[in-house]
């Protein structure tokens, strides 16, 4: 016999562990099925362990440039073993963390893998092979999504590394290509750099971490390379001859060349799948573009009772993107009226060195869209809590319709800005003009004063520069 329930939820990343208990507080009756870790990628190999890796390359930076703060600090290593079992702990005591707020909102755990067989029914095979059948009149896929392999030999977790290799390395790498230069790529060069490799990073558009604002790009690849980073950007992967002791790669430059290069390790960092082949949609008629679930803004599907959210829909894909769809579902199963979900209005991070963020329209994209656009940006120069910490490199810009205040886009790179723009992205879901940012008083000395003096640069009124 079935178990029966209001809500199934497929999937225990910050996308399903969050509708699920979101679900539990409205006091619908929920479950939830995970196949491999109670928090899904982003918790255990995700998001948060490479925070935890970052955070141990940050101290390490800072140890190695002690006299630059008047301190002495001598023969610093590195012992990366240590460092990663430091993020792995850290990934562990989330996960149980996850675990105990399943117990405590009543939530049924099913260990194993979940696939639809029918309208509202879903088999779970655990990992001793056991089936369990459940039942739920709403369904929410939270399947995520997995690294994206070159087509040519595929990550090996010895010579050639995905992410998740790259988290738990087998040994330090001496030189080492990143392939793609989006978040996930930069994240995993900037450890590596400051760890000590020799680092390069190929990435086939014209500019690294293409998604941002191109004066970011442009400012972020200054300093990578300022800190000893060789990009190149226009350039791809053409082959990979895995050996014993290295990789020899042949890149495609931008100018049409063939160059071939030897490096001791390969990271792929060329994008995501997401993990929707084997839930059972097509038996269901659920509609996927490029396997991605189609969804409405209240992330339902196209079949009455199934429901889609994070990495197994629709970009952006983020951590917190998913975990706000996972509200918006279970919200609405429970009858209520959420908002729907606006993608221009989900902040993005990257937490390299300098970090950048940013939320809402590029420069680019709003002249494209339209908008006649005032722009206002301010350096971290000429901020004093950034000389102070000694990070004055950086900046803030916004992005501004001419014609009504309205803020289109705020863009940042520099020390701790992950932790800034929550700012912008608040004023753009109150729908804050210029007027309500100038008139806000920020606390001084903060390098959030930047936001500030960013808003007012749009307007001809920037003071300290």
């Not at 939270?142 to 995905?162: E, S, Y």
């Amino acid at each position: 016999m079935a178990d029966s329930y209001d809500v199934i939820v497929l999937g225990s990343g910050p996308g399903g562990y969050v509708a699920a208990i979101r679900a539990a507080q409205l006091k619908l009756n929920t479950a939830i099925v995970e196949r491999e870790n109670l928090g899904g990628v982003c918790l255990n190999w995700g998001c948060i362990p490479t925070k935890a890796l970052l955070r141990s390359a940050e101290v390490f930076r800072y140890m190695r440039h002690a006299k630059d703060y008047g301190l002495v600090a001598e023969k610093i290593t590195a012992d990366l073993d240590a460092v990663v079992k430091r993020s792995r702990g850290v990934a562990r005591q989330l996960n149980q963390g996850v675990s105990h707020l399943m117990k405590k909102n009543g939530i049924a755990v099913y260990m194993g893998e979940g696939k639809l067989t029918g309208k509202g029914r879903l088999s779970v095979t655990a990992p001793d092979g056991k089936t369990s059948e459940l039942t739920a009149k709403n369904i929410i896929i939270a399947t995520g999504a997995r690294a994206r392999d070159l087509p040519f030999p595929k990550a090996d977790g010895k010579r050639v590394w995905t992410y998740r290799h790259a988290m738990n390395p087998p040994e330090m790498p001496n030189k080492l290509l990143v392939i793609g230069s989006g978040a996930i790529g930069i994240e995993f060069a900037s450890f590596y750099n400051d760890m000590g490799a020799e680092v390069t990073v190929v990435e086939m558009l014209d500019r690294i971490v293409p998604v941002e604002d191109a004066d970011v790009s442009t400012f972020l690849e200054k300093a990578l390379v300022k800190q000893g980073m060789k990009i190149l950007t226009g350039a791809g992967v053409q082959k990979l001859d895995i050996g014993a002791t290295g990789v020899t790669v042949a890149i495609k430059a931008r100018d049409g060349k063939l160059v071939s290069d030897e490096y001791s390790h390969v990271i792929v960092a060329i994008g995501i799948v997401p993990n929707t082949e084997t839930v059972g949609l097509e038996a269901l008629g659920v509609k996927t573009e490029r396997g991605h679930i189609v969804t409405d803004g209240a992330c339902r599907t196209n079949v009455e009772g199934i429901w889609a959210i994070g990495d197994a829909t629709a970009p952006p894909w983020l951590a917190h993107k998913a975990s706000h769809e996972g509200v918006i579902a279970a919200e609405t199963i429970a009858g209520q009226h959420p908002h729907a979900m606006d993608p221009r209005n989900i902040p993005g991070c990257t937490y390299c060195h300098p970090q950048i963020a940013s939320v809402g329209l590029t420069e680019t994209n709003a002249r494209e869209a339209g908008h006649e656009v005032r722009i206002g940006t301010f350096p971290f120069i000429g901020n004093g809590k950034a000389i102070a910490l000694g990070e004055p490199e950086g900046f803030v810009k916004t992005v501004f319709d001419a014609q009504t205040g309205e803020l289109l886009g705020a863009h940042m790179v520099g020390p701790e800005v992950t932790e800034m723009i929550h700012g912008f992205t608040i004023g753009r879901t109150l729908e804050t003009t210029e007027a309500e940012l100038m008139e806000t008083v920020f606390p001084h000395p903060t390098i959030s004063e930047t936001m500030h003096e960013s808003v007012l640069a749009a307007f001809g009124r920037a003071v300290h520069i």
